[in-house]
């Protein structure tokens, strides 16, 4: 005896495919009419300058020992949600450090006992090839001052980041850019539309 034809099954075959598309353009229109009432709001706020040798602790902290970052400061008036860019020096030898982030993803916690295995950030497949001198694009909707400390390192090594401590040369310095956005309905797309115009070398690319 054939089985009958599920509720669910007849629900799906029922569907309205165009009323369902004309729902969706609704919601990209009315994001599109968010972005354009707060593009002319947009602007960098902040630039922050450092290199991995400034701070306190190199890598994994002692426990117990808290991380100072004084150049992170200006970061604790950023109360809204925010799209960051860390940018490098033009004059970096990008193969070189592409090469020591490869090094540091690829290590295998088996190789060393006392190092933790850290969750990593991808590298794009074009990176070698890229003349963007922009590292990583990302964004965050609160608490931006603990997502940029998980990119230097100082964060849980199950979060995925760029754990800079522990692989970046030390005598290169960064720059870190803020876009603090009002609505934080259009987040997503601001780093998207940066991340596609700059072509960072590291991280996912939002589209």
Not at 172 to 180: C, G, Q, S, T
């Amino acid at each position: 005896m054939p089985h009958p034809i599920s509720s669910t099954k007849r629900t799906v075959m029922n569907l309205n495919l165009q009323e369902i598309m004309d729902e969706r353009i609704a919601v990209h229109q009315d994001k599109i009419a968010k972005i354009n009432k707060e593009k002319s709001n947009l602007k960098i706020s902040k630039v922050i300058e450092f290199k991995t040798a400034d701070f306190n602790i190199i890598g994994e902290p002692p426990k117990g020992r808290s991380v100072m970052i004084e150049q992170l400061s200006a970061l604790d008036d950023c109360k809204m949600p925010v799209v960051y860019v860390f940018e490098l020096p033009t004059t970096t030898d990008k193969k070189a450090l592409l090469d020591k982030f490869q090094e540091f993803r690829s290590r295998s916690s088996s190789e060393d006992p006392v190092l933790v295995k850290r969750a990593c950030a991808q590298l794009h497949s074009d990176s070698y090839n890229s003349e963007s001198n922009i590292l990583y694009v990302g964004s965050k909707r609160k608490a931006i001052k603990d997502r940029i400390k998980q990119h230097l390192g100082y964060g849980p090594a199950g979060t995925y980041a760029m754990h800079l401590t522990f692989w970046f040369p030390a005598d290169i310095k960064l720059k870190l850019h803020i876009v603090e956005i009002e609505n934080e309905d259009i987040l997503t797309e601001v780093e998207a539309a940066l991340a596609t115009k700059l072509k960072p070398l590291i991280g996912k690319v939002e589209k």
